[in-house]
């Protein structure tokens, strides 16, 4: 178990699980009840910026042109859960597992071993789902995905969930943006509402295009945005990272600048000057 699920009694200075509503040592009430809600991201400089995380049961978009890592922020959120007690479900359109399970492998991660002691799910979301959902109508298709994912979250007592990237999971129909719009709110409503993990959806933003997210409705839906980007300073490239939106959090409205680390993933670095 993780440091960061603990806080220290204000009274006697015990150690106290951060769900506890009293110190079991001196009997105090624990005032820190939002430090209970917060949910680390695994990137430890993005949870000191947003004061702890993630709000917990809520959902979270990281947006962003391709290559920009948004994939790598999905996973490094995922094995922090898995390696703190919070078994986490990920759910992809682009990847074979086994071709993501050597990927990252390769860059230091062992997904193999997370996905063996049941910390992690890997969804392969054609394989799983797009077959008996061809044609079906939207209520269907969404109902089916939530309850899919419902049953997954009970064999593994999932906390997390990310879905990388949100695009329809089902169909091709991307043209259709009115559609696509309703199909994302009603997926995320449904999950929140059904599946109660801390939730974490990519959108990837066409490139040289100058909006938040692919379809334009996952940046209301969301509860707080990380915008991950790419930076031209002088002749050198620099990877950024700006909280967008952060809701009922005090953030600075700055550039990050990272780097991707075999092993660690998402390292900030300083700003952007
Ligand atoms: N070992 C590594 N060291 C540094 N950067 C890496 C390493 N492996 C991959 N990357 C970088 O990570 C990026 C891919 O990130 P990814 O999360 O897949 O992006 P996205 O999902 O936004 O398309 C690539 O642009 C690549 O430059
Ligand atoms: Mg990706």
């Known amino acids: ?29 624990v005032k820190s009840t939002i430090v209970s809600r917060r949910v680390p991201t695994g990137v430890p400089e993005l ?34 859960g898995a390696k703190n007690s919070e078994p986490g479900i990920y759910v992809t359109i682009d990847e074979r597992p086994e071709a993501l399970i050597a990927d990252t492998r390769r860059f230091g991660w062992d997904l193999q071993q997370l996905v063996a002691e049941r910390k992690l799910v890997i969804v392969p979301v054609r394989q799983y789902f797009a077959a008996k959902m061809w044609g079906k109508e939207m209520d269907v298709i969404v109902k089916n995905i939530v309850s899919e994912l419902s049953k997954i979250q009970k064999t593994i007592n999932a906390k997390r969930l990310v879905i990388d990237p949100v695009a329809p999971l089902v169909t091709m129909s991307t043209t259709e943006v009115t559609w696509t719009r309703e199909y994302i709110r009603s997926l995320i409503f449904s999950i929140e509402d059904d599946i109660k993990t801390t939730n974490l959806i990519t959108s990837e933003v066409p490139t040289g295009e100058n909006s938040i997210s692919r379809f334009g409705v996952e940046e209301f839906l969301a509860s707080g945005i990380i915008v991950l980007g790419l930076a031209k300073v002088g002749n050198q490239v620099k990877r950024t990272l700006y909280v967008r ?15 991707i680390e075999r092993g660690k993933g998402i390292v900030i670095t300083g700003y952007l000057s």
């Open 1 to 29: 178990m993780s440091s960061s699920e603990f806080i220290k009694c204000e009274v006697c200075g015990a150690p106290i699980h951060s769900y506890y509503k009293f110190c079991p040592n001196c009997g105090a009430p």
């Open 47 to 80: 949870d000191k910026i947003t004061e702890g995380g993630f709000e917990k049961g809520k959902t979270y978009l990281v947006a962003g042109e391709t290559g920009t890592g948004k994939t790598i922020f999905s996973l490094q959120f995922l094995i922090h």
């Open 245 to 259: 939106k952060m809701r009922w959090t005090a953030t600075n409205p700055v550039y990050y600048t990272f780097n």
